[in-house]
DNA sequence: TATCCGTGGAT
DNA sequence: TATCCAAGGAT
């Protein structure tokens, strides 16, 4: 089963920028370490095209661990705003600097050792040991997972399933060529074995497959309900001092969008939020407010926009002068109060 | 073990 | 418009 489906990832492996694909891995290219843990990352719960213009961005500014490990924080956070769990960018600083510190600059190539790094998972650990350097390890992934429901039918519901369907897909990987291996898979589940509508005509797997056979791919695998988003409040103040420079904070370290720079505000709960701007000043409500939806509740945010003295003295944030000041170094729910706010003030 | 943590595209 | 979903990890 896993030679047919190598045969197919010789033909049809995507091309992707972090790829050696399968004709240059057998002429003996070697992938690069930190472009495998690179994609990975950004690679955890993020489609392809929305990592593709990111993976760009950072190997051009930081085009090796050392180059990243010495790179600042808030560079990082910047650099990663709009591509989401913030945590990650936290953790990819902290690996960088373990790697460069603790392992002269190089990526451990086994499993175990992979996993003792920050932001490195089951999952990550697995990938980098089998697509960088070419171990027997088990990928499994959302699209691991999916592909083995399928194929052998299983009607136990995620979460519960993992397990079984991580045993199962152990059994199909080999020790030849492990990395194209997971690759591939990975590649059937994204391309051809897709959760809505599977495209079983052109499977490499279609004979093997239980589920098709039994025609029920496309309602595997089973899933428990998950609970409804609820809605919060909040407001955000939005303001500018006579001199251009914009009023920020940063970010608490952990906890939603941590580490993160965003506008001062109240918090977001789902009772009517109090009154608390950061600067005594004629806020005015631009009449619009900001709907944006995080992984667990919908949010309605207020806006509050004020033109402040120069002699301001805020109780919190701190004024980031116009020429410093990047809106893409915020993430979206506060690009997004800014772009509002840019609009009902007119300003440039 | 269950919960928390973003975003944008597809349907 | 609402829901689903994506190459998960940390706590």
């Given at each position: 089963m896993s030679r047919a489906l190598l045969d197919w990832y010789d033909r049809h492996a995507r091309d992707l920028p972090w790829r050696v694909g399968p004709a240059a891995r057998a002429a003996g290219v070697q992938p690069d370490p930190y472009a495998v843990w690179l994609s990975e990352v950004m690679l955890q719960q993020t489609t392809v095209a929305a990592v593709r213009d990111y993976f760009y961005r950072f190997t051009a500014r930081w085009p090796d661990v050392e180059a990243l490990a010495a790179a600042e924080d808030a560079a990082v956070m910047g650099e990663w705003?709009?591509?989401?769990?913030y945590a990650r960018a936290r953790n990819l600083l902290k690996c960088a600097r373990a790697v460069a510190r603790d392992h002269g600059g190089r990526f451990p190539d086994s499993r175990d050792g992979l996993l003792?790094?920050?932001?490195?998972?089951p999952y990550t650990a697995a990938a980098i040991a089998a697509i960088a350097f070419d171990r027997a390890e088990t990928v499994v992934d959302g699209n691991v997972e999916r592909v083995m429901a399928r194929l052998f039918a299983v009607q136990t519901p995620l979460p519960t399933a993992k397990p079984e369907l991580t045993a199962l897909a152990a059994r199909l990987t080999p020790m030849l060529r492990p990395g194209d291996h997971a690759q591939a898979v990975m590649d059937l589940g994204a391309t051809i074995c897709t959760p809505k509508r599977p495209a079983c005509g052109i499977c490499p797997l279609r004979t093997p497959c239980a589920a098709r056979a039994q025609g029920i791919a496309a309602d595997l695998p089973r899933k428990l309900a998950k609970a409804p988003k609820p809605t919060r409040l909040g407001i955000a103040y939005i303001g500018r001092r006579s001199d251009g420079a914009w009023l920020l904070e940063r970010r608490p370290e952990s906890g939603l969008l941590g580490g993160m720079l965003g506008w001062p505000g109240t918090d977001w709960a789902e009772t009517e939020p109090v009154c608390a701007p950061p600067a005594d000043a004629e806020w005015r409500d631009p009449g619009a407010e900001v709907r944006h939806t995080f992984t667990h509740f919908h949010l309605r945010l207020a806006l509050r926009v004020a033109e402040l003295p120069a002699d301001c003295t805020p109780r919190c944030g701190m004024f980031v002068a116009h020429r410093d000041f990047r809106p893409s170094d915020l993430p979206t729910v506060m690009r997004k109060a800014f772009d509002l706010a840019r609009a009902s003030v007119g300003c440039d």
């Amino acid at each position: 089963m896993s030679r047919a489906l190598l045969d197919w990832y010789d033909r049809h492996a995507r091309d992707l920028p972090w790829r050696v694909g399968p004709a240059a891995r057998a002429a003996g290219v070697q992938p690069d370490p930190y472009a495998v843990w690179l994609s990975e990352v950004m690679l955890q719960q993020t489609t392809v095209a929305a990592v593709r213009d990111y993976f760009y961005r950072f190997t051009a500014r930081w085009p090796d661990v050392e180059a990243l490990a010495a790179a600042e924080d808030a560079a990082v956070m910047g650099e990663w705003a709009g591509l989401g769990y913030y945590a990650r960018a936290r953790n990819l600083l902290k690996c960088a600097r373990a790697v460069a510190r603790d392992h002269g600059g190089r990526f451990p190539d086994s499993r175990d050792g992979l996993l003792a790094l920050p932001g490195i998972g089951p999952y990550t650990a697995a990938a980098i040991a089998a697509i960088a350097f070419d171990r027997a390890e088990t990928v499994v992934d959302g699209n691991v997972e999916r592909v083995m429901a399928r194929l052998f039918a299983v009607q136990t519901p995620l979460p519960t399933a993992k397990p079984e369907l991580t045993a199962l897909a152990a059994r199909l990987t080999p020790m030849l060529r492990p990395g194209d291996h997971a690759q591939a898979v990975m590649d059937l589940g994204a391309t051809i074995c897709t959760p809505k509508r599977p495209a079983c005509g052109i499977c490499p797997l279609r004979t093997p497959c239980a589920a098709r056979a039994q025609g029920i791919a496309a309602d595997l695998p089973r899933k428990l309900a998950k609970a409804p988003k609820p809605t919060r409040l909040g407001i955000a103040y939005i303001g500018r001092r006579s001199d251009g420079a914009w009023l920020l904070e940063r970010r608490p370290e952990s906890g939603l969008l941590g580490g993160m720079l965003g506008w001062p505000g109240t918090d977001w709960a789902e009772t009517e939020p109090v009154c608390a701007p950061p600067a005594d000043a004629e806020w005015r409500d631009p009449g619009a407010e900001v709907r944006h939806t995080f992984t667990h509740f919908h949010l309605r945010l207020a806006l509050r926009v004020a033109e402040l003295p120069a002699d301001c003295t805020p109780r919190c944030g701190m004024f980031v002068a116009h020429r410093d000041f990047r809106p893409s170094d915020l993430p979206t729910v506060m690009r997004k109060a800014f772009d509002l706010a840019r609009a009902s003030v007119g300003c440039d």
